[in-house]
């Protein structure tokens, strides 16, 4: 996988949780820098794990579908980019958020894996190719932190408004990816 695809694929990944870190500061009002952090660590961290069990589990299953692997490639990839287009159609623009958020490290941590399910299923996909897992989970993980981490200091200023682009142009890349990806197997 090229330097450029790892990019854009952790950048993909990333926009979930840049979403609801949008969402979780705009409703905490004025986060602070610890609290912004905070919440680019455990996202980060959670996401950079994630892609790791996916892939293992489609390591455990790699034999039995390398004739067919670049088409589940296509498919799962596809899926969340498709799931993450059609979700941000079918939010309200300019929702304000309902309730403050709650502040505890639980409520953090589930948020994080809701966010990084996804991963997971690329993860999946990834053990079906000849890459270097451990770079593209910890380029997730980085890119997911960064953007977390900005996503609630930027809060103050955006909020939820344009979060909704954000994550359909995230949905698009990581379709164009798994298209990528059977073109390159295809033409092969």
Known sequence: MSSYAIVLLAIGMSIDALIASLGRGAAMGRPSLAEAARTGVVFGVVEAITPLIGWAAGVAASQYVQAFDHWIAFGLLGAVGGRMFAE?????????????????????????????????????????????????????????????????????????????????????????????????????
């Open 88 to 188: 941000a159609l079918r939010r309200a623009d300019g929702a304000e958020p309902d309730a403050r958020p709650a502040r505890s490290l639980g409520v953090l941590l589930a948020t994080a894996i809701g966010t990084s399910l996804d991963a997971m299923a690329v993860g999946v996909s990834l053990a079906f190719l000849e890459v270097n897992i451990l770079v593209i989970a910890l380029a997730i993980g980085a890119t997911t932190m960064v953007m977390s981490t900005g996503g609630m200091l930027a809060s103050r200023v955006i909020g939820e408004r344009f979060g909704r682009y954000a994550e359909m142009a995230g949905g698009l890349m990581l379709i164009g990816l798994g298209v990528s990806i059977l073109v390159e197997h295809l033409s092969a």
